[in-house]
């Protein structure tokens, strides 16, 4: 079996664009988010050491001309865990230089979707994320299928035309 690359490796060869389609309410628990549901405030989250790493290795690429685009899909009212997200996306995300965007689910009825989570680099190569039900990593696996290609493609922009800013969203 081989080797699926990290991020980091795409995003290195990602030359104008990188998408990136969430579609679930909740994912593997962080310690972010535990200390936020253990009531610490998120500007103090966003001053850990973790998130470093992220906005560092995000914005570097942003640097030399790389987009970074982020659509996520919520039902609402939002979960906790989608809650603490939508708080700490901008010491991470925005911070990065990625640009955000919130889609209620019931605004995404009629859109056709990939069944998982996935990023997509230039419009081409796509790395789906599995996660098991409880929101854990359960695996990745990359695609250059042509027909895959235009659906997450599609798919990523009629979200994205959809979505609410990540200033504008408030959830639910």
């Given at each position: ?102 889609l209620p689910r019931p605004r995404a009825r009629d859109l056709a979707l990939p069944g998982c989570d996935f990023w997509q680099f230039d419009g081409g190569l796509v790395r789906f ?44």
């Open positions: 079996m081989a080797t699926i690359p990290t991020l980091a490796e795409l995003f290195a060869k990602a030359q104008h664009s990188v998408t990136h389609l969430e579609m679930r309410d909740i994912y593997g628990v962080s310690r972010g988010y535990r200390a936020w549901r253990d009531g610490v405030p998120v500007e103090e989250i966003s001053r850990y050491d973790y998130l470093k790493p992220w906005v560092e290795l995000v914005a570097g690429h942003v640097a030399r001309g790389v987009g970074f685009r982020r659509a996520r899909i919520v039902s609402e009212p939002v979960s906790d865990y989608i809650r603490y997200e939508h708080g700490i996306t901008p010491s991470a995300n925005l911070a990065a230089g990625e640009q955000v965007r919130w994320a599995f996660q098991d039900g409880d929101g854990e990593k359960a695996g990745n696996e990359l695609s250059d299928d042509p027909v895959v290609i235009d659906l997450c493609a599609s798919a990523f922009e009629a979200v994205w035309e959809r979505a609410i800013d990540h200033q504008d969203y408030r959830p639910v």
